[in-house]
């Protein structure tokens, strides 16, 4: 019998990893199918139930078609096959939901399935009652498995090839396996693929559960709990009711959900796989360190706006106001500079009470920032603008002192010399990235300030900041073909990065 196991996690390890994702996101539809099932709602559990079986059979026949063959694996790869998962498979994920929603066109259902598995979150359908619970359960499922896709893939794939922010730290060269990690391609890097998968997963899922389970005491509904708690460790903000607005566990929920966006800032707060010497330590983490300043700074500096913009109109701010306010800027704040995207139900009325605007600008500076490296947040990361503030701060003390010798320790020599150069690079490209967009969009019919967000949102993949970043909501759904496209473009890079893009056009990989 354990002959026979063996046999069969070989056979398993010898198909395309492609193939196994397809099956993994295959069998999970049968979940809203079954949920779909208990709510009386046959027409929609047999459309996620029958593209679930589809799914299960073409992998089937794939993988009996392939069992014989031996892949020529590697972690380039590897690479391309994540680069196929956020582009490719969003066509079988919108069957089922095109299916059953059954008024819209599938351009709409893919875009949408873009959005949620690259945890974006950019939503099509602002009226929650246009989707049938099973189809909300859905979005936020393929979310959460998209978190934790990049959860695995942030230490299996883009470490190993110092992609994804590990470029600032690591001693190998962006796009090329490092030593004694991943020592060239003809090493066949499934076997780590599999160990961190084991470790990660169980990870994942667990925090998923206490979420959901601090929510249902709370009071909070139990559709509305879990996908809640599936949105926040995927930083993809997909809300079932709207947003917090419309959740029923309260500041009470606000609070539990706050806490674990705190995964989102630093890879250390649940993992240790991929930490540099030195950072091994939480409170020594510059990313964990430098993300609670930004949220302390700029929660300040909203607090103080609004304050000014009440002594404008001759208002006073009571205490209990005042914690209100206080509360929903943390939260927002730090829910932006995740690239979650929640907003906060007492953020709005910081701006009835002031009478100014939303800080659509504050709030896209936030989620360009992004959080951490490996973590499902998104933008340019936290370790990225930590280089850049160490080496702008040691060109400042050469001008004062040119003859100066740097005292920083040996953990941060890397990030000043070359490290701080490559930040520079990304940062460069990520800028060209989103103006490159910005001209596609605005040809394609969409206003300068538009097109603006639209790119910041999709890059950063921060897609509430859609809808809070301008005065009028940008409607989606009224965007072009073109232009929903070239969103889907943006949300795929944003997601890898442009780094591993770049990485891919490498001969080693079409060589062979």
């Known amino acids: 019998m354990a002959r026979a196991r063996t046999q069969r996690i070989g056979l398993v390890r010898r198909l395309p990893l492609f193939l196994l994702i397809w099956g993994v996101f295959a069998f999970s539809m049968w979940v809203p199918a079954i949920y779909a099932l208990a709510l009386d709602d046959h027409d929609v559990s047999r459309s996620f139930f029958y593209s679930g079986l589809l799914g299960l059979f073409v992998v089937a026949i794939v993988a009996l078609a392939s069992s014989n063959r031996v892949p020529r694996r590697g972690t380039l790869g590897q690479l391309a096959v994540l680069l196929g998962c956020f582009t490719v498979l969003p066509l079988f994920l919108a069957i089922p939901l095109h299916d059953a929603l059954g008024n819209t066109t599938f351009l709409n259902a893919y875009f949408d399935m873009v959005s949620a598995l690259t945890t974006t979150g950019a939503d099509l359908f602002p009226d929650p009652d246009r989707l049938t619970a099973p189809l909300h359960l859905w979005r936020a499922l393929v979310g959460?498995?998209?978190?934790?896709?990049?959860?695995?893939?942030?230490?299996?794939?883009?470490?190993?090839?110092?992609?994804?922010?590990?470029?600032?730290?690591?001693?190998?060269?962006?796009?090329?396996?490092?030593?004694?990690?991943?020592?060239?391609?003809?090493?066949?890097?499934?076997?780590?693929?599999?160990?961190?998968?084991?470790?990660?997963?169980?990870?994942?899922?667990?925090?998923?559960?206490?979420?959901?389970?601090?929510l249902l005491i709370a009071g909070e509904q139990g559709l509305t709990a879990i996908c809640h708690a599936m949105s926040t460790m995927a930083t993809s903000g997909i809300s079932p009711v709207g947003g917090l607005e419309g959740a029923q566990a309260g500041i009470t929920g606000e609070a539990i959900l706050f806490l674990f966006l705190f995964f989102a800032l630093s890879r250390l707060t649940f993992s240790t796989d991929t930490a540099t010497t030195g950072y091994s330590r939480l409170d020594k983490d510059p990313e964990f360190r430098i993300g609670l300043m930004i949220v302390v700074a700029v929660a300040a500096l909203l607090f103080f706006r609004v304050m000014a913009g009440m002594q404008e109109i001759g208002a006073q701010l009571e205490p209990f106001q005042a914690l209100s306010v206080v509360w929903g800027m943390v939260f927002t704040v730090l829910s932006f500079l995740t690239t979650a995207g929640f907003e906060s139900a007492n953020w709005n009325d910081a701006q009835q009470l002031s009478g100014l605007g939303t800080p659509g600008l504050i709030l896209m500076g936030l989620a360009l920032i992004g959080g951490g490296v490996a973590t499902t947040a998104g933008g340019v990361k936290l370790l990225r603008v930590f280089a850049l503030y160490l080496n702008g701060a040691r060109e400042i003390d050469r001008l004062i002192y040119p003859s100066s010798v740097s005292g920083v320790g040996g953990g941060n020599r890397r990030i000043q010399s070359d490290g701080a150069f490559i930040a520079w690079i990304f940062l460069m490209m990520f800028a060209l990235t989103a103006a490159m967009f910005n001209l596609l969009l605005a040809a394609m019919g969409a206003g300068f300030e538009q097109a603006m967000v639209l790119s910041v949102a999709a890059l950063s993949t921060t897609g509430p900041l859609i809808e809070l970043a301008t005065d009028v909501p940008i409607r989606l759904v009224d965007l072009s073909a073109g232009a929903k496209l070239t969103m889907c473009a943006a949300m795929v890079i944003g997601r890898l990065e442009t780094l591993a893009i770049i990485a891919l056009i490498t001969p080693t990989l079409w060589r062979d």
């Open 144 to 214: 959460w498995m998209g978190g934790l896709l990049m959860w695995i893939s942030a230490a299996a794939i883009l470490a190993p090839l110092s992609l994804g922010g590990f470029e600032v730290t690591a001693r190998g060269q962006p796009g090329r396996p490092v030593s004694g990690v991943a020592q060239s391609e003809k090493v066949d890097p499934r076997g780590r693929l599999i160990r961190v998968t084991r470790t990660l997963t169980p990870v994942y899922a667990g925090l998923t559960a206490v979420i959901w389970l601090l």
